[in-house]
């Protein structure tokens, strides 16, 4: 399997940090998140990745290089224009000759991977999302299931009810589901291409993890996560 990393960004919930450094690099435990996000990958048994990047790329590019010092090749996709979290990924589809794993370059994640794609393989659906439960579902992608089986998405307003199952921006993407990302405007996965398969009868499956999908993308979360109070926080 070949991964996407979607890190291009410009990561205003993380001023100041990303007033002179991209998101993924900001460190954690002394390496870059992006690097322990790589490692994680490799240990998976993933050996390419493709970067898709935009604000302060050269920073990124500067750091990893090939990734040959990382055991790994990885290329690299810098936009001029914005084209949203999908519609970046089919531009590199090309690239990729099959399914692929994609994943946002502000995530902490620690799961199995050949569990993933297991459900993927069963499933055989357009897409397989990693589901989790959060600790804050108001500003989170919930989603609704039935076993594996994804049958919706919803967001709660500060203070409604809801559940606390959400889809964390790790999953695996099969090449039909890019007949639903546009050409011409920038779009969102979780916003826009899911749901749309959804409503156009596209099978989603999700598969539910104890594992660890952090979310590092605020300040207060990545100091709660690094005072060692983010475990399991999507």
């Not at 100091?223 to 475990?231: C, I, K, S, W």
């Amino acid at each position: 399997m070949r991964a996407v990393i979607v890190a291009g960004g410009r990561g205003e919930r993380m001023r100041p940090y990303t007033d002179s450094m991209p998101k993924p690099m900001i460190p954690v435990s002394g390496k870059p998140l992006l690097e322990h996000q790589l490692e994680w990958l490799k240990r998976s048994g993933v050996r390419e990745a493709i970067m898709c990047l935009g604000y302060k790329a050269e920073a990124v590019r500067a750091h990893f290089g090939d990734g040959d010092h990382l055991g790994m090749r990885l290329e690299y996709q810098v936009e001029t224009t914005p084209r949203g979290t999908a519609g970046c990924v089919k531009n590199a589809w090309p690239r990729l000759g099959g399914d692929a794993l994609v994943l946002y370059g502000d995530l902490f994640i620690d799961i199995s991977l050949p569990e993933l794609w297991a459900c993927h393989e069963r499933v055989r659906g357009d897409a397989t999302l990693v589901l989790i439960e959060t600790d804050h579902p108001h500003d989170s992608d919930l989603v609704r299931a039935e076993g594996e089986r994804i049958t919706g998405f919803y967001r709660a307003k500060p203070g409604e009810p809801c559940g606390n199952l959400a889809a964390a921006a790790v999953w695996v993407v099969a090449p039909g589901l890019m007949d639903l990302i546009p050409e011409d405007r920038p779009s969102d996965f979780g916003r826009d291409i899911f749901p749309q398969a959804l409503a156009a009868n596209r099978k989603l499956a999700g598969f539910k993890t104890q594992g660890m999908v952090a979310d590092l993308g605020t300040p207060q979360r990545l100091e709660a996560f690094l005072r060692g109070r983010g475990a399991g926080a999507c």
